[in-house]
């Protein structure tokens, strides 16, 4: 799917990103019904590696978040796991991680991983990715940091959000702009690729620009 948006350049300014060196990786706990969700997580961390790119994540040895983890570990490269401690407890840590930071809350677990990070890719996954996904998009949006978000489009898995986010965008209720510094693509090399030539888009006075049409 191709997701054209038009934007008035007049109100954007363009900013480069540091060198990437962490890449976080947000997946499902599960592995999904269907082989396709295991195989591409296994192409994005043979890319990750091959690219030099470490691995940051919830830290769980299960699903998704395991095979990728697993993944890179074997490949020789790093992987950095953060989570809370009461997840801890629940036996679900992965063992061999390079490094594992534990933390009390969700919320210091994403914040941790927003920190330790220089772009984000969402693989398919459930509420806990969904959430993931949304809230870096929002730090991007306020301003908090300016990181690329990206999501792997794994056999369609995401089209439906991409058309529920180009409907907000088209009834006003999200900014064009904005809405273009989500890269969406289906080829793990072609993402990485996409994230390395990143720049990040500035909506100038977006917020007086909404005021100013009425919305």
Known sequence: MILCIFVRLKDIKFQL???MKNICVFCGSSRGVHDKYMNHA???????????????????????MKIIADTILEKGGNVIGVMPQALMEKEIAHKKLTEMHIVETMSERKELMAA????FIALPGGIGTFDELFEVLS???LGLMQKPVSILNTDGFFDDLISFLKRAEEDKFLREEHLLNLIVEDSPAKLIQKLKDYNYLVAEKWVDRLREMGY
Not at 43 to 63: F, H, P, R, S
Not at 116 to 119: E, H, Y
């Open 17 to 19: 990103i540091a060198i």
């Open 42 to 64: 296994i192409k994005m961390a043979e890319e990750m590696v091959q690219e030099g790119l470490n691995l940051v994540y919830g830290g769980a040895d299960i699903g998704l």
């Open 116 to 119: 330790k990070s220089d772009a």
């Open 139 to 141: 730090w991007n949006q």
